[in-house]
């Protein structure tokens, strides 16, 4: 399933599921460190995709553990939803449970 998340990020480009969402910014953030490389050397054409790529694989790791974090979220959520519970009753009684064995 992590395979399939981050071949959609890489190959749709994509920062909030929409196709070509990290476009705008991965060019910015080129933009930005080419300008500076620039400054201190000339760079070649190489070394530009080879920052390309980096901050790519920068930016798509941000995004792939946002979507972990959502999905450790929603098994959360769906956990309190099935014993009828809120989210911090949810928390709450697990410690709780967790206290009383701990202790015995």
Same mark, same amino acid.
């Given at each position: #399933?992590?395979?399939?998340?981050?071949?959609?990020?890489?190959?749709?480009?994509?920062?909030?599921?929409?196709?070509?969402?990290?476009?705008?910014?991965?060019?910015?953030?080129?933009?930005?460190?080419?300008?500076?490389?620039? #400054?201190?050397?000339?760079?070649?054409?190489?070394?530009?995709?080879?920052?390309?790529? /980096?901050?790519?694989?920068?930016?798509?790791?941000?995004?792939?553990?946002?979507?972990?974090? #959502?999905?450790?979220?929603?098994? /959360?959520?769906?956990?309190?939803?099935?014993?009828?519970?809120?989210?911090?009753?949810?928390?709450?009684?697990?410690?709780?449970?967790?206290?009383? /064995? #701990?202790?015995?």
């Amino acid at each position: #399933m992590e395979a399939f998340v981050k071949f959609l990020l890489y190959t749709l480009k994509t920062i909030d599921g929409q196709r070509g969402s990290a476009n705008k910014l991965l060019n910015t953030l080129h933009a930005q460190s080419s300008k500076h490389l620039r #400054m201190s050397q000339k760079i070649s054409n190489e070394k530009s995709e080879n920052l390309r790529r /980096i901050l790519e694989y920068k930016v798509f790791k941000k995004v792939f553990w946002k979507y972990q974090i #959502m999905k450790v979220r929603s098994k /959360i959520s769906f956990t309190a939803f099935e014993q009828g519970k809120t989210i911090k009753e949810l928390i709450l009684t697990q410690i709780i449970k967790t206290y009383n /064995i #701990m202790r015995h």
